[in-house]
């Protein structure tokens, strides 16, 4: 069973960027679609990209397009979250999560990292 583990999160200004990995212990991420969710505290999960597997195809909603890119290395079979331009505001825990298609709804991943902190400082 596959183990989405992130990793890149951090502490920083406002401005500055940040890139998330995702990745799996002894395990392929190329046969599935990721996607990005984060939380801040006191709030709902909230989604925030996804790629597919096979064609790369990627979504990400408006609110975010432009500040946060998604892509995927398979021969690292990595899968990363590019974030530019950080604000206060995308300071959470960011997850990824793996499954058999893209979707905006958590429900539709099966296996789920254990989060890294983000941390954006005014």
């Known amino acids: 069973q596959v183990q989405p583990v992130e990793s890149g999160g951090g502490s920083v200004q406002a401005g500055g960027s940040l890139r998330l990995s995702c990745g799996a212990w002894k395990h392929s991420l190329d046969d599935f679609a990721i996607g990005w969710f984060r939380q801040a505290p006191g709030k709902e999960r909230e989604f925030v990209a996804t790629?597919?597997?096979?064609?790369?195809?990627?979504y990400i909603p408006d609110t975010w397009k432009g500040r946060f890119h998604v892509s995927r290395d398979s021969s690292r079979s990595a899968v990363y979250l590019q974030m530019n331009d950080l604000e206060p505001e995308d300071t959470a825990v960011y997850y990824c999560?793996?499954?058999?298609?893209?979707?905006?709804?958590?429900?539709?991943?099966?296996?789920w990292g254990q989060g890294t902190q983000v941390t954006v400082s005014s």
């Open positions: 790629i597919n597997y096979g064609d790369d195809e990627t």
């Open positions: 999560a793996a499954g058999r298609y893209m979707s905006i709804h958590a429900s539709a991943y099966t296996n």
